[in-house]
């Protein structure tokens, strides 16, 4: 039996009553609020101003975009200023961040064209299709002399592969190996064979074969749509003279990627899940709402962010490309074993439901959170600041 | 065949070159850069006194805190000033509502806390349970007299009701029911008989059994982990004598919640959808890669931002309460033909994959896609916004 009664707290510096009504109070509180606002955003303007002088510097002295620890001691500085003038540290860094972000994003939309061969000539093999048409305004912003070879243009190849220093296959999965096999005796000697499907193994494999100069198989974690390619991860597959690859790598990297080094096999073993269960997953589960007619609106009313999120994920896939997901969840005879594999588990699971195990249930989720181990916790971390995110901006 | 060739664009206002070197001509710039910011922490320290004394304002004179309209009028007019200034007006706005939404989070930490019928008795039943110690907080907080009755407290019924305003039922689902039946009969004329559990068609209707007086179904969409109250939404079945129980309606709104009144029966089977299939849908994944030791650490720096996010909620869940999530997935025999409903919609789909009938993948996510309609370009763009927010904050 708990009772208890808080107080209000004590208004530290009271606003003198009486002396005009509290509308009329607001009103002069909100001129200055504005007034404040205003020369905020002059600063923002100055700031801006000036960063655009640093973007230049680096630029003529081809410098790099990221400065991670001049990031974090200015982050750091605000943060103890912050604390002195009785401000909320972390709301602060939150501003900052935002303002870091805008300015990264404007140098690497400047620095990002920076060619690391400008002039080379790249081939881009299904250049009209969406990723390769991505690839190509990337190349063409970096000055590399582009050229596109689509399905028409086979009688073309001769003139099209002369000199070329890098040939591209953005084509789908299931004809990349024979794809290259066709381009490979058109290739000059030292150009680069590179592939960006999302397996590695085939393709890869593939392309070793019909060629015999330098091999790199990679695979960008995002899709056509991306505006910029800051912090984007791609995957490295190494095949053959990466030496002589290096180049394509560092070019990568000058668009801000990331690059992960990753064996083709396991490559595809993880992918089997982060991409083939996943999007069958999310694939299956829009399919049951649409078959049962679910109200999304009425649920989206009814929900926690959470839910809003969770649903956000399920309506971005269907926002996308059919046949890039259809790619990825037929690809392979082992990524069906892997579906069989999971809908047997979900039986399992509904059976141990129809039987009312509840306790059975308490403990198979307490092995999985304890296998999660500290990962839980960041998941609720990041997934909570991004809810809060969700809420106030939508 | 495609030939392009693009121009980097000229610099505007080239900095001098050659009078000084470049590390030197960027440290000055920072030396800038660092003055302007120190600036506009000054600036948001200013302004965060001025919100006080808002607050102060509004609290002397029991004033909302929102102001939805003043709100947006100071972002229309940010934006305006960014674009005249040359600064890209979505930058300013996102600073801006960080801003806004700060001081509106610490007004409601400050007026939040006003209670609507303050010295009103609130008997919370289940109190020392998670949920119940999170809404002793929030009563007594409002000045409310608040007792607890827990599983140890039934000898001290008598006293513990008498003369109390609102009795809320704090505990699991499964005994609400019971629960309600055992107090009604001490509950004193004219109090509020509510409940916050995560179903409401049963114990809606148990305690209308049980009581003659104003009775109101509560379901919070949030957990007890949660700090503020803000745009939270509680869903609220109405039952009996509404009238009465409007000031727990109203103590729920000055907290923050978005009240959304929804009718049991369509509660139950929307929360079937968006919380039981979910959480085991969910659960059910956690279990999968657990059973299969996937390498989580190895899949994150393998994966876009989008598998990070959809992985973040899976750990999310399991960094929670069990009996939580037990409770809403055995809740009732419906759920159960939902789940199977679900897993035969799965097996089906399996099915298409083993035949390799891509065309027909293709067809149904193409239906689901026009079904799903605007809300799929919606959530691309939410997904997408904090996809950004992710990508730079970890």
Chains 1, 2 share one sequence.
């Not at 107080?7 to 109070?25: E, T, Y």
């Not at 300015?103 to 299709?129: E, H, M, N, Y």
């Not at 290259?180 to 000059?188: D, Q, T, V």
Request: contains cysteine; proline residues 7%.
């Amino acid at each position: 039996m708990t009772k208890q009664k808080s107080k209000a707290p004590p208004s530290a510096k009271p606003v003198p009553a009486g002396s005009s009504p509290p509308s009329a109070q607001l009103d002069q509180l909100r001129v200055r609020i504005d007034g404040i606002d205003q020369q905020l955003v002059e600063l923002l303007a100055q700031r801006g101003r000036v960063v655009d002088q640093v973007t230049r510097v680096k630029q003529q002295h081809a410098l790099p975009t990221f400065h991670p620890a001049r990031e974090e001691n200015l982050i750091s500085v605000r943060r103890t200023q912050a604390v002195q003038a009785g401000l909320d540290p972390d709301y602060v860094e939150d501003l900052f961040r935002t303002m870091l972000r805008h300015s990264r994003v404007g140098q690497l939309d400047t620095l990002g064209r920076r060619g690391v061969r400008p002039g080379a000539k790249v081939l881009i093999v299904g250049g009209r299709g969406s990723m390769g048409r991505f690839f190509s305004r990337w190349f063409q912003q970096s000055d590399y002399e582009v050229h596109v070879l689509d399905v028409d243009d086979w009688p073309q190849v001769k003139p099209l592969t002369a000199g070329i220093d890098l040939c591209l296959l953005a084509v789908p999965i299931a004809v990349t190996p024979a794809i290259a096999g066709r381009i490979a005796p058109h290739l000059p000697r030292g150009c680069v064979l590179a592939d960006i499907t999302s397996l590695k193994r085939e393709p890869l494999a593939a392309m070793l074969r019909a060629y015999d100069g330098p091999v790199v198989g990679l695979h960008p974690l995002f899709g056509p749509a991306t505006t910029t390619m800051d912090k984007q991860i791609v995957v490295v597959s190494p095949g053959r003279q990466m030496d002589a690859c290096q180049w394509l790598l560092d070019q990568l990297s000058v668009w801000g990627n990331i690059l992960v080094d990753t064996p083709a096999d396991e490559h595809d073993e993880i992918m089997g899940i982060v991409q083939a269960l996943r999007h069958f997953a999310t694939f299956a589960f829009g399919q049951f709402l649409h078959s049962r007619r679910v109200p999304i609106s009425r649920t989206l009313e009814l929900s926690s962010p959470i839910y809003r999120l969770e649903l956000a994920m399920v309506g971005r896939l269907f926002a996308q490309d059919p046949l890039l997901y259809a790619e990825i969840v037929f690809a392979t005879p082992e990524r069906l074993t892997l579906l069989k594999d999971f809908i047997h588990s979900l039986n399992e699971n509904l059976g141990m439901i129809e039987k009312g195990e509840k306790a059975e249930f308490v403990a198979r989720f307490r092995k999985v959170a304890d296998w999660f181990g500290p990962f839980s916790e960041q998941a609720m971390r990041e997934s909570t600041f991004l809810v809060e995110k969700l809420v106030h901006r939508f």
